[in-house]
């Protein structure tokens, strides 16, 4: 009998005449150019680029949208003396924006600060009380809303009224009616290019601040600038890498010149909040995308999620070490403390998923309750939908308003749809993949209902069900460290830009299974094809059914380095009896 399998395996359409031809252009094997080739690279000259990402291939800043009003606008407030405020978000690309900002601003002779608003006091985003408080506190003449902005009509109507002009730098989608800002730095506002694809659509907030600063320095170096004649802008590359993959953009186009300039930046940084945060992450040997994603970024986030990000800004701007371990330290007991309540949290909102779920009812999953913290409302949602892969948003308790957050999966536009619920929120906004909203609880069973309706629509009932994408079919024999030299070559690696899936057939067991771990929730196999004998890991195997008979191996090829022995080990991804075919 065949088991049932966790996902749906797809598996590459093999172009061995087009690998070829690409292999013997860019003098690479052909399993790397289908590799390539799955990822969308099909010319030699761009698949040549994507392999080398040079910092010369970034385009010009000033062909992002409304760009050259904002510079046009910062240079008055320069030639002014006008306060500029920074006004950021609480997670890590919106501090990197800030941090990144603020330094070159500075720098180059603005008058600069910033402000971050508090998650549980004044909310996300430019915020009609965050904005109140702001100009109150620190009189501004220019508010530089960043990685926020795009959905705020309202409040940057009032900004206006009280003589504070607004430029917005940010890559959320809109709402039906744009903000009447000086300059909306919004990639969303470019004409669609071939593909349907959105010129620099896949920045974050980071990448657009760092274009930003280019276009600065550019402009001050025309003018003569002292302080722009010899400013170097690479070294803010390690925030870029730092904001753009925590924010799990894709790590494309452009993205993919700055996060590889920006890790190489990453591992070698002088930045006393770096050196500190990566010593509280215990992290001894090369930082690359996982190290960000899974180990420095939840450390930068989880003061924002608690409460707001003022130490992890200052972390960022730290110039003195002793300084720099002590917040680092403060934000590393944060993050245990948002474990926590993560971990207590998510329990409940799996039993209450769990006891009313209905899978052909529920195309969306939406739960919340008063008493759920609102800064731990993501990651919650993220845990469901890896639980039940379906679009998820999870709400908490904010007075007679909750918020929450939302994850989506592929084929639903959640940030879309969400505009096709406005009359039941208060606020919403985010991206396709990600989005947050505040409604009230009186409206929880309405829009729960017009979600689902609109994803009923969207989805067909297969696409609940996710999917494994598998490169290439491989030999054991083939798995070996010259091909893992060759696939280094893909990274970095992450959204957009996923590591090389294969799958090696007709395989059987070598010797019996080997449980590992505390709960014996891994485990270690030695497969063969009758010629080569790998070592297999699954990590999170669980209790469910294990490989038996024959069968075919979805996996990850990994290097496992230990006590100075390099070998291949195979990451499992799933399985599948041989009898698929």
């Known amino acids: 009998m065949i088991p049932t399998m966790k996902y749906r395996w797809a598996i590459a359409p093999s172009q061995p005449m087009l690998a070829q031809a690409l292999a013997a252009r860019v003098n690479i094997s052909p399993l790397l150019a289908q590799c390539l080739i799955n990822r969308g690279h099909t010319e030699a000259d761009g698949l040549a680029h994507f392999l080398e990402p040079r910092l010369q291939l970034l385009s010009d800043p000033f062909l992002l949208p409304h760009l050259p009003q904002a510079v046009e606008r910062l240079l008055q407030a320069r030639a002014a003396r006008e306060l500029v405020v920074l006004f950021g978000d609480y997670d890590v690309d919106g501090v990197t924006s800030c941090a990144l900002l603020e330094e070159v601003l500075r720098h180059l002779g603005w008058q600069v600060q910033c402000y971050l608003p508090n998650r549980m006091e004044e909310g996300y985003g430019l915020g009609q009380t965050a904005a109140l408080n702001c100009v109150q506190q620190l009189s501004p003449k220019l508010i530089l809303a960043v990685d926020c902005g795009s959905t705020s009509v309202a409040t940057i109507a ?9 430029v917005v730098l940010d890559h959320h989608q809109f709402g039906k009616e744009k903000p009447a800002a000086v300059a909306l730095v919004n990639p969303w506002l470019a004409p669609v290019g071939p593909g349907g694809k959105v010129p620099f659509g896949e920045l974050c907030s980071v990448g657009l601040a760092f274009k930003l600063a280019h276009a600065l320095v550019k402009t001050g170096r025309k003018e003569g600038w002292p302080g722009a004649l010899d400013y170097d802008v690479r070294p803010l590359l390690d925030l870029v890498a730092l904001g753009t993959i925590a924010d799990m953009v894709p790590l494309s186009g452009e993205n993919r010149i700055l996060v590889t300039a920006g890790l190489r930046r990453l591992n070698q940084t002088v930045r006393p909040g770096l050196l500190a945060l990566r010593e509280a992450a215990g992290l001894r040997d090369e930082i690359g995308t996982y190290e960000v994603g899974f180990q420095l970024g939840p450390r930068l986030n989880a003061a924002g999620r608690l409460e707001d990000a003022t130490e992890a800004l200052r972390l960022l701007q730290a110039s003195k070490r002793a300084e720099a371990q002590l917040l680092a330290k403060g934000l590393d007991d944060r993050n245990r403390e948002r474990q926590a309540i993560e971990r207590g949290m998510v329990e409940e909102i799996m039993k209450e998923v769990e006891q009313g779920f209905d899978p052909a009812r529920d195309f969306v999953i939406v739960v ?11 990651i919650a949602a993220s845990r469901v939908l890896q639980r039940f892969y ?6 908490g308790g904010d007075g007679e308003h909750w918020r929450g957050s939302g994850r989506s999966i592929e084929g639903f536009d959640l940030a879309a749809a969400l505009r096709q619920c406005d009359s039941l929120l208060i606020k919403h906004g985010g991206h396709p993949m990600a989005a947050g909203i505040t409604l009230a609880p009186r409206e929880l069973a309405a829009f729960r209902q017009q979600l689902n309706d609109l994803a009923r629509e969207a989805l067909p009932a297969e696409s609940l069900t996710p999917i494994l994408r598998i490169d290439a079919n491989l030999s054991l024999g083939e798995t070996d460290l010259s091909l893992m030299a060759e696939l280094a070559r893909l990274r970095p690696t ?4 996923p590591s090389v899936h294969l799958v090696a057939c007709g395989l059987t067991h070598r010797k019996p299974l080997m449980r590992m771990g505390q709960e014996k929730q891994h485990v270690k196999m030695w497969v063969t094809d009758g010629t080569t004998v790998c070592e297999a ?5 669980g209790h469910g059914e294990l490989p038996v008979g024959d069968f075919d191996l979805a996996f990850e090829p990994q ?4 006590n100075g022995v390099r070998r291949i ?3 499992v991804l799933d399985w599948r009896s041989a009898a698929h075919g």
Do not use: C, F, M, T
Not at 537 to 541: D, L, P, R, T
């Open 368 to 378: 919340g309750r008063s008493d759920w913290h609102i800064g731990v409302v993501g």
């Open 569 to 571: 080990q195979l990451k």
């Open 537 to 541: 890991v699954w990590w999170g195997a």
């Open 390 to 395: 379906r679009p998820v948003i999870i709400l």
């Open 158 to 166: 009032w900004l206006q009224g009280q003589g504070v002009d607004v």
């Open 559 to 562: 290097i496992n380095d230990y």
């Open 494 to 497: 992450g959204q957009g830009n």
